[in-house]
Protein backbone atom coordinates (compact mmCIF):
# COMPACT_ATOMS: atom_id res chain seq x y z
CA UNK A 1 0.00 0.00 0.00
CA UNK A 2 1.32 3.81 -0.99
CA UNK A 3 2.18 5.80 2.05
CA UNK A 4 2.02 9.55 2.24
CA UNK A 5 4.75 11.77 3.75
CA UNK A 6 3.75 15.03 4.67
CA UNK A 7 6.10 18.60 5.27
CA UNK A 8 6.00 22.07 4.31
CA UNK A 9 3.65 23.78 7.18
CA UNK A 10 4.80 26.12 9.55
CA UNK A 11 4.49 29.68 11.38
CA UNK A 12 3.10 32.02 9.26
CA UNK A 13 1.16 35.39 9.82
CA UNK A 14 -2.33 36.70 8.15
CA UNK A 15 -2.69 36.79 4.83
CA UNK A 16 0.66 35.28 4.29
CA UNK A 17 1.67 31.98 1.67
CA UNK A 18 2.68 27.98 2.20
CA UNK A 19 3.36 24.99 0.12
CA UNK A 20 2.72 21.84 1.32
CA UNK A 21 4.39 18.64 -0.09
CA UNK A 22 3.05 14.91 -0.02
CA UNK A 23 5.87 12.31 -1.14
CA UNK A 24 4.19 9.34 -2.25
CA UNK A 25 5.88 6.02 -1.54
CA UNK A 26 5.00 4.40 -4.49
CA UNK A 27 2.96 5.64 -7.90
CA UNK A 28 0.06 8.02 -7.45
CA UNK A 29 -0.79 8.26 -11.77
CA UNK A 30 -3.82 5.10 -10.75
CA UNK A 31 -4.95 6.73 -7.39
CA UNK A 32 -8.75 8.54 -8.81
CA UNK A 33 -8.10 11.05 -6.10
CA UNK A 34 -5.30 13.04 -3.99
CA UNK A 35 -6.87 14.74 -1.23
CA UNK A 36 -5.86 16.98 1.52
CA UNK A 37 -7.38 17.31 4.61
CA UNK A 38 -7.00 19.14 8.05
CA UNK A 39 -7.66 18.58 11.53
CA UNK A 40 -8.15 20.51 14.59
CA UNK A 41 -7.88 19.07 17.73
CA UNK A 42 -11.15 17.86 19.03
CA UNK A 43 -12.73 18.58 15.57
CA UNK A 44 -13.33 15.73 12.51
CA UNK A 45 -10.64 15.28 10.08
CA UNK A 46 -12.12 17.86 6.89
CA UNK A 47 -11.84 17.82 3.49
CA UNK A 48 -9.74 20.65 2.13
CA UNK A 49 -8.81 20.05 -1.34
CA UNK A 50 -9.21 17.01 -4.02
CA UNK A 51 -6.98 16.69 -7.15
CA UNK A 52 -8.36 14.06 -9.40
CA UNK A 53 -6.60 11.55 -11.44
CA UNK A 54 -8.60 13.08 -14.89
CA UNK A 55 -6.66 16.49 -14.21
CA UNK A 56 -9.57 18.23 -12.11
CA UNK A 57 -9.63 19.57 -8.80
CA UNK A 58 -12.17 20.23 -6.47
CA UNK A 59 -12.02 22.92 -2.73
CA UNK A 60 -13.78 22.93 0.24
CA UNK A 61 -15.55 26.62 -0.03
CA UNK A 62 -13.67 27.93 2.71
CA UNK A 63 -10.33 27.56 1.05
CA UNK A 64 -11.67 28.47 -2.98
CA UNK A 65 -9.82 30.90 -4.51
CA UNK A 66 -7.04 30.62 -2.07
CA UNK A 67 -5.75 27.23 -2.28
CA UNK A 68 -4.66 25.91 -5.21
CA UNK A 69 -3.68 21.91 -5.30
CA UNK A 70 -1.67 19.74 -8.08
CA UNK A 71 -0.19 16.49 -8.28
CA UNK A 72 3.23 15.29 -10.18
CA UNK A 73 2.82 11.89 -11.07
CA UNK A 74 5.95 11.54 -12.13
CA UNK A 75 7.57 11.92 -9.11
CA UNK A 76 4.82 10.58 -7.01
CA UNK A 77 4.23 13.84 -5.19
CA UNK A 78 1.16 15.98 -4.54
CA UNK A 79 1.02 19.99 -3.09
CA UNK A 80 -1.11 22.50 -1.75
CA UNK A 81 -0.51 25.81 -2.26
CA UNK A 82 -1.88 28.58 0.12
CA UNK A 83 -2.18 31.74 0.15
CA UNK A 84 -3.73 34.87 2.17
CA UNK A 85 -3.80 31.91 5.28
CA UNK A 86 -6.27 33.14 8.15
CA UNK A 87 -5.82 32.22 11.56
CA UNK A 88 -9.14 29.55 10.99
CA UNK A 89 -6.68 27.66 8.74
CA UNK A 90 -4.73 26.51 11.76
CA UNK A 91 -4.92 22.66 11.55
CA UNK A 92 -2.49 19.75 11.21
CA UNK A 93 -3.01 18.89 6.96
CA UNK A 94 -2.56 15.88 6.13
CA UNK A 95 -2.85 14.05 2.17
CA UNK A 96 -3.99 11.11 1.39
CA UNK A 97 -5.31 8.89 -1.94
CA UNK A 98 -7.87 6.69 -3.04
CA UNK A 99 -10.87 5.63 -4.90
CA UNK A 100 -14.76 7.01 -4.83
CA UNK A 101 -15.17 5.00 -1.51
CA UNK A 102 -11.92 6.20 0.47
CA UNK A 103 -12.59 9.45 -0.71
CA UNK A 104 -16.40 9.78 0.20
CA UNK A 105 -15.56 8.58 3.69
CA UNK A 106 -12.42 9.41 4.64
CA UNK A 107 -11.31 5.82 5.22
CA UNK A 108 -7.62 5.19 4.33
CA UNK A 109 -6.03 1.94 5.48
CA UNK A 110 -3.29 4.61 7.28
CA UNK A 111 -2.19 8.38 7.74
CA UNK A 112 0.82 10.31 7.63
CA UNK A 113 1.84 12.34 10.47
CA UNK A 114 0.83 15.43 8.99
CA UNK A 115 2.13 18.95 8.97
CA UNK A 116 1.37 21.90 11.19
CA UNK A 117 -0.06 24.56 9.87
CA UNK A 118 -0.31 27.64 12.65
CA UNK A 119 -1.75 31.05 11.06
CA UNK A 120 -0.93 33.93 13.72
CA UNK A 121 0.30 37.42 14.46
Known amino acids: QVQFVESGGGLVQPGGSLRLSCLAS????????MGWYRQIPGNQRETVAL???????KYDDFVKGRFTASRDNANNAVYLDMNNLKPDDTAVYYC???????????????WGQGTQVTVSS
Open 96 to 110: NGGGPSNIATKSFAS
Open 26 to 33: GGIEDIWA
Open 51 to 57: SFRDGTT
